[in-house]
């Protein structure tokens, strides 16, 4: 697959925010902007994007998938063209992984003339929001006050199909907070989108030997590239009342510190069985306030 | 309790993710094969050796048709017989006439997935002969009376004290809990049965088109002794078996050896290329061949020819967090695991009956990356999935309900009012339950069995876009 | 249905030559050439050049459960192996005394070649070299099975793997290696090859890689003593074959 190389860093990026994001986790939206917005660089919101249709493909609906891409592709590659952006950023590997793979193939099986070649084109010039920190815009140091300590999952279609792991692990091995291994951190939590309800209960043995990992790293919080695996692996947490929770990595490493400040346990003062992030009953929101108060 | 492989696919899972057990075991397992496997791949050019695999096992499919004739004639040159077989039924009545042909009371066996498939065993019993397996494993499944729940480890999801406890009901052994003290009784058990056999069968995992010779790998000896002893020697193997060359057969052997069971080499590869030659002292008289399509061309017609390169090295299964946690008699064939999520449907006569299979899969590609041949597992599945919903195989709800959808999301404006909607809707459910929702409607019920979910946010991540836009701060939530 | 046998055959060939012909087909590609015989990754070889093969030989060998020994020369090498069989019969509690019946052993009848004078060294000491005569005969069959150490050599050895390659024949009986507890394994030093893929090179170069292969009815290929790890993934030895593999190395 053709990436396009920059001689200079993009200065300006359309969004690709998810549905997810959007509707759900608007924090992590937001993180991902400020996340940008401290590099320089500057980020456009294409307001007609919905969602790019992998529920559907994955299913094995592709006459709906395809409405979907052409819909996304009609959204984004006009600002491409006409030179308004140079880069599509969005901070999931999954949702990356369908509008930079399975698009191309999903839309030559369809025949619709010109529309594999605009994917093509997009294709080329979208990055997962770690692969265009570290890749594109070779961040080197992007500080995080978060105290507690953290233990990265690989979600699989950024692992597998983007290929893209080193970055997350760098940005956060970077950020200063306190990593930690986890065994089985490339193994699947068992989401699978429609899977997840399709097949519930593998889905939530799977899940729940995922929770095993994460315990057994002796992590506060488990970051993640995907929002979506994410509500999966907090949503049996949750259930669980687990001391443990599921963070997007925007949203964590946008953290600054002093801006974390409240009786949580800090590295020095071990874990007392409280939740480092406030355990908020509205999980989703958790900080929002926080960023917001400054 | 076992998984019950006859039951529905539900209630297979539900059999399987209840066990206390079974997916630590299976997990323990699998982990630690995987562990050997990449070790092994490690100390060499792992991905070369991929690479020249994939380059072999494509040449043969591109030559499928011209390598089958070369073999065949070349087993006839060494003396041996060769059987074209399309189905199972085909392939059971050419065994089993060569049973009743020569008088044959009792089969020795060595591992093999294409006489699984095909359920030789029970056709040769219908005709009063005896089958006994001989592959330790598969002894111990024949034993429970059992399905084999791996590829290459039929009893991985047995522990050492479910397997004393057979040996002391059906072979009146005193219970131990030590291997070897097992193994060495079904040692005594089985070479009896060797030595009083009229027929050894046993598949084959690979065939060299170039000299006719059928390769059997294993390490318990099994194999050698099954193509040795009886007067007798029947491979059945499927058509995509073969490889060009001797060398490809070695190269093959490497990328199985490593893959399977994390080993340079087996203890045993036995080369069989006819019977005994006249002045040999050993070895069997006659030497047959079956040659099994039994849906394997239409699988290749169908566009599923790559899965017809497996080597059927079990590593896709060990890296598959589905089959950890529902081994394989959670998908209730031959063939489980990744491939056998792929190749269960294709070798049905209708692939509707085996539907949930291809979507028994979160599609995390663990299995890809863990094939020695590179096969695109996740790719096959979401191509059966597509097939499936083209042949009108999945519920008419789920095509409604993903039609609306897309509908939805075909324009902007449609999209924010859903979205809307559901935020209201979340909003309202999450309020009953504390701020978080913990029971969502039908078909979403089954979501918060086990999960929380959160409502949808106050306001999106576009509205806080405009209202940035509009003041130049974020709103305050 | 009442399909015959030839129809089987023309139909899948059939059916494979007719999906093959599509020129959409997914996969495989049109073109997909063959894997060249040169330049393939060496799969078993160390980084070392001009590893002592004998050496290597041995520590393969022995990481598969086998045992081996390095003879300085071929005297050495008949008092090894007559040392070994003594021992393998007082552990099976069958060493024969003066006024008992010699102890049976089986082997390949070309043994003495292999190994002058072994038959006479084992013959002194109460010992009898049979070889099956006809495994189909039920009497040859029966005593050959209850025989507990078989003795042959080998047509050729790969050290890089610790593998012995058995090439069956006439006098090279393939139940000698397969149906005792202990193998004795007699290998002169100028069949050891580093590896797998030396040997098939040279076999092809020689243009004598097809003979070798097909001129017999079987091959084997033994790595160490028969094995599995069926139950629990944990280690078990002598499941069917031999549960010992001794490996005398002979010098020039």
Not at chain 1, 97 to 119: E, V
């Amino acid at each position: 697959m053709h990436r396009k190389t920059f001689a200079s860093p993009p200065s300006k990026v359309a969004l690709f925010v998810t549905c997810m994001v959007d509707m759900m986790y608007p924090q992590v939206g937001i993180a991902t902007v400020e996340l940008l917005e401290r590099q320089g660089v500057e980020v456009v919101f294409p307001e007609g994007q919905t969602c790019c249709g992998q529920p559907a493909f994955n299913a094995g609906y592709h006459e709906e998938a395809v409405q979907m891409a052409t819909h996304f592709l009609d959204v984004f590659c006009p600002l491409l063209e006409k030179g308004d952006i140079e880069a599509v950023v969005v901070p999931s590997g999954s949702c990356g992984a369908m509008t930079r793979h399975f698009y191309l193939s999903l839309l030559q099986d369809a025949g619709i003339r010109s529309y594999p070649a605009r994917a093509e084109a997009l294709a080329a010039v979208t990055f997962e929001l770690t692969e265009f920190l570290v890749d594109v815009l070779k961040v080197q140091d992007l500080p995080c006050g978060y105290p507690g300590k953290v233990t990265y999952h690989a979600c699989c279609h950024l692992l597998r199909e983007l290929r893209v792991d080193r970055q997350p692990r760098q940005l956060l091995r970077q950020s200063g907070v306190n990593l930690v291994e986890m065994e089985g951190s490339a193994e699947c939590c068992g989401f699978g989108g429609l899977f997840s309800v399709k097949n519930e209960p593998i889905s939530t043995a799977m899940g729940k030997a995922k929770l095993q990992y994460v315990a057994g790293s002796g992590a506060d919080v488990v970051a993640m590239c995907d929002v979506s695996c994410m509500t999966h692996v907090q949503g049996l947490m949750h259930r669980q009342q687990s001391r443990q929770r599921a963070m997007h990595i925007a949203e964590l490493l946008n953290l600054r510190s002093g801006e974390v400040h409240d009786t949580r346990p800090t590295p020095s003062a071990p874990s007392s069985g409280a939740p480092p992030v406030g355990f908020s009953r509205r999980w989703q929101d958790i900080k929002v306030e926080d960023d917001h108060a400054r | 309790m076992p998984v019950d492989v006859g039951a529905d696919f539900k209630t297979r899972v539900k059999q399987a993710v209840t066990d206390p057990h079974l997916a630590e075991t299976v997990t323990r397992a699998t982990i630690s094969l995987t562990l050997k496997k990449d070790q092994r791949y490690a100390e060499l050019q792992g991905q070369r050796l991929r690479d020249e695999t994939r380059q072999m096992k494509t040449y043969v499919l591109r030559h499928l048709p011209q390598l089958l004739e070369q073999f065949e004639q070349n087993v006839q040159m060494n003396g041996g017989q060769v059987h074209w077989a399309q189905d199972a039924d085909e392939a059971n009545r050419i065994i089993c006439n060569l049973a009743t042909q020569k008088d044959v009371r009792k089969v020795v066996k060595a591992k093999s997935m294409a006489t699984e498939e095909i359920h030789l065993n029970q056709h040769l019993e219908a005709i009063g002969v005896e089958c006994v397996e001989t592959d330790l494993g598969e002894y111990i499944i024949q034993l429970a009376r059992e399905m084999p729940s791996h590829i290459v480890a039929p009893v991985l999801h047995k522990s050492v004290d479910d397997i004393s406890q057979l040996f002391a009901e059906k072979l009146d052994m005193p219970r131990t809990l030590d291997p070897q003290a097992l193994c060495a009784k079904a040692r005594s058990v089985l070479r009896r049965e060797f030595l009083n056999a009229d027929m050894g069968i046993s598949g084959c995992n690979f065939a060299i088109a170039d000299t006719g010779t059928v390769c059997i790998v294993t390490n318990e000896g099994n194999g050698r002794l099954v193509s040795t002893l009886p007067p007798i020697y029947v491979a059945v193997m499927g058509i995509e078996k073969l490889v060009p060359t001797v060398q490809d057969a070695f190269l093959q052997y490497q990328a199985l050896a490593r893959s399977a069971t994390g080993q340079k080499v087996t203890v045993y590869l036995s080369m069989t290329n006819g019977p005994k030659q006249p002045e040999d002292v050993d070895g069997p008289r006659e030497f047959h061949v079956v040659l099994l399509d039994n849906g394997r061309a239409q699988m290749l017609a169908e566009g599923y020819g790559e899965a017809l390169m497996c080597i059927r090295c079990g590593a896709c299964l060990n890296a598959c967090p589905v089959y950890k946690q529902i081994s394989g008699h959670g998908y209730g064939h031959t063939y489980s695991g990744p491939i056998g999520a792929v190749i269960s449907p294709l070798l049905a006569r209708d692939m509707a009956e085996s539907k949930e299979l291809p979507y028994a899969s979160t599609l995390c590609g663990a299995c890809r990356d863990a094939c020695p041949v590179q096969i695109d597992l996740p790719g096959l599945l979401l191509a059966l999935r597509q097939d499936l919903v083209e042949r009108k195989a999945m519920p008419r709800l789920e095509k409604a309900g993903l039609r609306q959808y897309a509908d939805i999301m075909q324009k902007t404006g449609s999209y924010v009012r859903m979205g809307g909607m559901a935020r209201a809707g979340s909003r309202t459910l999450s309020r009953m339950s504390g701020g978080t929702i913990r029971m969502l409607p039908p078909p979403l019920h089954h979501w918060t069995k086990t999960r929380d979910m959160p409502p949808f946010a106050r306001r999106s991540f576009r509205q806080q876009w405009a209202h940035r836009n509009r003041t130049g701060e974020w709103e305050k939530t | 249905m009442g399909k015959d046998v030839s129809d089987a055959r023309t139909r899948i060939l059939g059916l494979l030559r007719h999906a093959l012909s599509n020129p959409q087909l997914r996969y495989p590609p049109p073109v997909a050439p063959p894997l060249p015989l040169a330049g393939r990754t060496p799969v078993t070889e160390r980084s070392q050049e001009n590893e002592e093969k004998a050496s290597r030989f041995k520590v393969e060998l022995e990481e598969l459960h086998g045992t081996c020994e390095v003879a300085a020369n071929p005297v050495e090498a008949r008092m090894l192996a007559v040392q070994r069989v003594l021992a393998w019969s007082a552990e099976e509690g069958s060493l024969p005394g003066r006024d008992t019946e010699s102890v049976w052993l089986l082997a390949w009848p070309e043994m003495d070649e292999a190994m002058p004078g072994l038959a006479d060294a084992l013959t002194t000491r109460g010992f009898e070299l049979r070889h099956p005569t006809d495994m189909f005969q039920r009497e040859d069959r029966s005593e050959m099975a209850e025989i507990r150490i078989g003795i042959t050599s080998a047509y050729a050895a790969f050290a890089a793997t610790g593998s012995l390659l058995l090439r069956s024949g006439p006098v090279h009986s393939r139940v000698v290696s397969l149906l005792p507890f202990h193998h004795l394994a007699v290998v002169p030093e100028n069949v050891l090859w580093l590896n797998v893929e030396s040997w098939l090179a040279h076999e092809q170069e020689q243009g004598t890689l097809p003979h070798v292969i097909r001129g017999c009815a079987n091959l084997s290929l033994v790595s160490g003593p028969s094995k599995s790890a069926d139950i629990e993934s944990r280690l078990t030895l002598g499941v069917h074959g031999p549960r010992y593999l001794h490996v005398i190395i002979v010098p020039g």
